[in-house]
């Protein structure tokens, strides 16, 4: 089962409590998951599909070494998929964070604060063929 987007943007949660994209914040015994999502996709825009980023993330956070992961990885990732997972619609990055998810045709994603002009161009269908999905509300209505 396949988890990644394409030609897909993530727009910010309707009850997002922020009204300009902002860094998460880290923990005093580490990073959070949100902190390392962004700073792997703010820091290398387009190189992770969603698949990748989210084992990415669950690697780091967990502390799972480079050494592991070259020794373990594919039985690590079967382990970790053979799990449901959570999309990045579910992401603190757009439901609290105010971060909308582009994913372009190859599935790799870019992260663009709420207040940007390049987050207009996709809300307002300026970005070509591009379908709009919704982040995930963090409260019921």
């Known amino acids: ?16 409590p ?3 994209g902002i860094v998460p914040p880290e923990r005093k015994n580490g990073k959070t998951k949100p902190a390392i999502e962004f700073e792997l996709a703010s820091e290398q825009p ?5 698949e990748e980023l989210l084992f990415k993330v669950y690697a780091q956070h967990k502390g799972i ?5 070259s020794e ?11 799990k449901p997972q959570a999309c990045m619609r579910a992401s603190m ?22 207040e940007s002009p390049e987050y207009r161009r996709f809300i307002d269908g300026e970005a070509g063929n591009v379908r709009l999905v ?7 209505k």
Not at 1 to 16: K, R
Not at 46 to 50: E, G, N
Not at 65 to 69: C, K
């Open 134 to 140: 919704p982040a995930m509300r963090s409260s019921r």
């Open 1 to 16: 089962m396949e988890l990644n987007y394409y030609d897909t943007f993530i727009t910010v949660a309707a009850d997002c």
């Open 72 to 82: 373990r990885g594919e039985a690590l990732k079967a382990e970790f998929f053979g």
């Open 46 to 50: 387009y190189r992770y599909t969603q």
């Open 65 to 69: 070494s480079d050494a592991e992961l």
């Open 93 to 114: 990055l757009p439901k609290k964070y105010g971060w909308g998810i582009h994913f372009n045709s190859e599935g790799k994603l870019a992260l663009y604060p709420m």
């Open 18 to 20: 922020v009204e300009r």
